[in-house]
């Protein structure tokens, strides 16, 4: 935690790099060639298609999912399972109805690690209390996590991932099912203790707005390839259009981004995928009177 160590006690390598990855299943490249340093503290947003490889992405920075070509390293040393730098917040999956565990028991699962500790000390209790007090959990910390709502549950499984105290955090798709409220609360969330630990963030989600303000560069995964650059560098037209192979507009509306037209957004009749992201935009948004229809 901060106060146990604080940022600027850390090394200042980069907390990911990647040289040359590449993943590629029976004749399928997801992606090749990608190079990429995470610098403590930095957010980066990891968009693309559904199926482009981004959960697969994080499985292979996690060592749960061997490269087929290149390299991992996290915190400058090559990658192991369970690794305690890495933080990890798996796609999302809500509690079973009938769970009996707690918010704190949940919380309390990050602090234990992999040993499912049964006996809570006085020192992981107050672990538990202010991972959930840094997480905006304390009023609930005794519920049943059934019985909490999506926003809730995330906050608790983000503050079970910051349990270890991480040098990356892992997000994948950690706003899916959130409405508009909750997406900008996890958001300044994971932003606020990022920029206090100086952890860096790889975060998946298919609606690159609710993060745009706070976005540090984008990995942008699509039909094998890949680009990563500031926001305004990548989600440009002229650059979708080279990733993707055919025509993309990226258009800039009253400060939200919209892609239209991507081969995997839902108008291309032979896709077999179909973008969530390219479509999130045209959720009701409060600030603005319209809804956008691509
Ligand atoms: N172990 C595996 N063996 C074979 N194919 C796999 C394996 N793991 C993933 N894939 C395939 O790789 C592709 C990318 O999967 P991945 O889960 O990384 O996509 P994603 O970008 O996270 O998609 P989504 O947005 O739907 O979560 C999928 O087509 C998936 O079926
Ligand atoms: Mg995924």
Not at 157 to 166: E, F, K, N, T, V
Not at 242 to 266: F, H, K
């Amino acid at each position: 935690m901060a106060t146990e160590l604080s940022a600027g006690e850390r090394p200042a390598g980069p907390v990911l790099s990647l040289r040359g990855a590449t993943l590629r299943f029976d004749r399928r490249t997801l992606w090749q060639g990608l190079d990429l340093d995470v610098a403590p503290g930095e957010f980066i947003a990891v968009l693309g298609a559904n199926g482009s490889g981004k959960t697969s992405l994080l499985r292979a920075i996690l060592g749960r999912q061997p490269l087929t070509a290149g390299e991992v390293l996290v915190a400058g040393e090559p990658v192991t399972a369970g690794n305690p730098r890495i933080g990890y917040v798996p796609q999302q999956k809500l509690a079973d109805e009938g769970t009996p565990l707690r918010a704190r028991d949940l919380v309390g699962l990050g602090v234990d690690g992999r040993s499912y500790g049964f006996w809570p000390s006085r020192d992981k209790r107050r672990r538990v209390d202010r991972l959930l007090a840094d997480v905006g959990a304390t009023d609930y910390a005794n519920v049943p996590v059934s019985t909490l709502s999506g926003g809730e549950q995330q906050r608790l499984r983000i503050g079970q991932a910051l349990a270890s105290d991480p040098r990356l955090l892992l997000a994948d798709e950690p706003l899916a099912s959130l409405d508009l409220n909750n997406q900008r609360a996890v958001s300044e969330l994971i932003d606020r203790h990022r920029r206090e630990r100086g952890f860096g963030v790889l975060f998946v989600t298919h609606d690159v707005n609710p993060v745009l303000p706070i976005v540090d560069r984008v990995l942008y995964l699509a039909g094998g390839r890949f680009r990563v650059g500031a926001p305004d560098e990548v989600l440009r037209s002229e650059v979708l259009s080279e990733l993707y192979g055919s025509p993309v507009d990226v258009i800039r509306a009253r400060g939200r981004i919209i892609v239209v037209g991507t081969p995997d957004s839902g108008h291309a009749p032979h896709d077999e995928h179909h973008d969530a992201g390219h479509e999130a935009v045209c959720d009701h948004n409060p600030d603005d009177s319209e809804v956008v229809v691509l």
